[in-house]
Protein backbone atom coordinates (compact mmCIF):
# COMPACT_ATOMS: atom_id res chain seq x y z
CA UNK A 1 0.00 0.00 0.00
CA UNK A 2 1.37 3.73 -0.42
CA UNK A 3 2.00 5.68 1.50
CA UNK A 4 -0.84 8.56 0.13
CA UNK A 5 -3.07 5.44 -0.01
CA UNK A 6 -2.47 5.25 3.96
CA UNK A 7 -2.73 8.67 3.97
CA UNK A 8 -6.39 8.99 2.86
CA UNK A 9 -7.07 5.72 4.93
CA UNK A 10 -6.13 7.70 8.13
CA UNK A 11 -8.09 11.16 7.06
CA UNK A 12 -11.25 9.10 6.05
CA UNK A 13 -11.02 7.03 9.61
CA UNK A 14 -10.49 10.00 11.18
CA UNK A 15 -13.03 12.31 9.76
CA UNK A 16 -15.53 9.45 10.05
CA UNK A 17 -15.90 9.22 13.75
CA UNK A 18 -15.90 13.13 13.94
CA UNK A 19 -18.89 13.18 11.44
CA UNK A 20 -20.66 9.86 13.14
CA UNK A 21 -20.04 11.39 16.20
CA UNK A 22 -22.14 14.09 15.64
CA UNK A 23 -24.99 12.05 13.52
CA UNK A 24 -25.56 9.53 15.67
CA UNK A 25 -25.45 11.15 19.02
CA UNK A 26 -27.87 10.29 21.56
CA UNK A 27 -27.97 6.36 20.51
CA UNK A 28 -28.46 3.62 23.02
CA UNK A 29 -24.89 1.99 21.26
CA UNK A 30 -21.16 2.95 21.18
CA UNK A 31 -20.40 3.32 17.56
CA UNK A 32 -16.44 3.44 16.55
CA UNK A 33 -14.71 3.41 13.39
CA UNK A 34 -11.81 0.57 13.31
CA UNK A 35 -10.51 1.20 9.56
CA UNK A 36 -11.04 2.97 6.42
CA UNK A 37 -9.90 1.16 3.12
CA UNK A 38 -10.22 3.36 -0.09
CA UNK A 39 -9.44 1.72 -3.51
CA UNK A 40 -6.01 2.56 -5.35
CA UNK A 41 -8.46 4.83 -7.98
CA UNK A 42 -10.06 6.52 -4.70
CA UNK A 43 -13.28 6.11 -6.45
CA UNK A 44 -14.64 3.98 -3.71
CA UNK A 45 -14.15 3.61 0.38
CA UNK A 46 -15.13 1.16 2.74
CA UNK A 47 -15.63 2.26 6.52
CA UNK A 48 -15.23 -0.82 9.07
CA UNK A 49 -17.47 0.08 12.24
CA UNK A 50 -17.70 -1.81 15.52
CA UNK A 51 -21.04 -1.64 17.51
CA UNK A 52 -21.44 -2.42 20.88
CA UNK A 53 -23.73 -4.01 22.07
CA UNK A 54 -23.41 -6.12 18.91
CA UNK A 55 -27.04 -7.28 18.82
CA UNK A 56 -27.47 -3.05 18.09
CA UNK A 57 -24.80 -3.47 15.02
CA UNK A 58 -27.87 -4.20 12.36
CA UNK A 59 -29.67 -1.46 13.70
CA UNK A 60 -26.94 0.96 13.39
CA UNK A 61 -26.10 0.05 10.46
CA UNK A 62 -28.98 0.18 8.78
CA UNK A 63 -29.12 4.24 10.59
CA UNK A 64 -25.91 5.18 8.95
CA UNK A 65 -26.92 3.62 5.18
CA UNK A 66 -30.84 5.97 5.64
CA UNK A 67 -28.33 8.61 6.48
CA UNK A 68 -25.74 7.82 3.17
CA UNK A 69 -26.29 11.14 1.57
CA UNK A 70 -26.11 13.17 4.25
CA UNK A 71 -22.78 11.35 5.51
CA UNK A 72 -20.91 11.70 2.02
CA UNK A 73 -22.16 15.34 1.61
CA UNK A 74 -20.39 15.68 4.89
CA UNK A 75 -17.07 13.61 3.67
CA UNK A 76 -17.20 16.24 0.45
CA UNK A 77 -17.12 19.33 2.48
CA UNK A 78 -14.55 18.26 5.02
CA UNK A 79 -12.22 16.59 2.99
CA UNK A 80 -9.36 18.08 0.72
CA UNK A 81 -9.08 15.63 -1.68
CA UNK A 82 -9.05 16.14 -5.60
CA UNK A 83 -11.44 13.11 -5.57
CA UNK A 84 -13.52 12.32 -2.63
CA UNK A 85 -14.34 8.64 -2.41
CA UNK A 86 -17.82 7.64 -2.57
CA UNK A 87 -18.43 5.99 1.26
CA UNK A 88 -20.61 3.04 2.58
CA UNK A 89 -19.89 1.17 5.54
CA UNK A 90 -19.44 -1.76 6.94
CA UNK A 91 -19.53 -3.47 10.15
CA UNK A 92 -16.32 -5.26 11.13
CA UNK A 93 -16.15 -8.59 11.85
CA UNK A 94 -12.34 -8.80 12.53
CA UNK A 95 -12.73 -7.92 15.89
CA UNK A 96 -15.33 -10.73 16.90
CA UNK A 97 -12.83 -13.18 14.86
CA UNK A 98 -9.59 -12.66 16.57
CA UNK A 99 -11.76 -12.42 19.97
CA UNK A 100 -12.79 -15.88 19.72
CA UNK A 101 -9.70 -17.18 18.42
CA UNK A 102 -8.16 -15.94 21.03
CA UNK A 103 -10.99 -17.39 23.53
CA UNK A 104 -10.03 -20.80 21.68
CA UNK A 105 -6.27 -20.45 22.23
CA UNK A 106 -6.77 -19.94 25.80
CA UNK A 107 -9.09 -23.23 26.22
CA UNK A 108 -6.30 -25.25 24.20
CA UNK A 109 -3.69 -23.53 26.64
CA UNK A 110 -5.38 -24.65 29.64
Known sequence: MSIRLQKVNDLLRDEAGKIILAELRG??????????EASRTLEHATIFISVM???QARNVLSKIRQQ????????NKRLNLRVVPKVRFEVDTSIA???RIEQLLEKTGK
Request: glycine residues 4%; hydrophobic residues 50%; without cysteine.
Open 27 to 36: GEALVTITRA
Open 97 to 99: HLA
Open 53 to 55: PKH
Open 68 to 75: IYFLQQAF
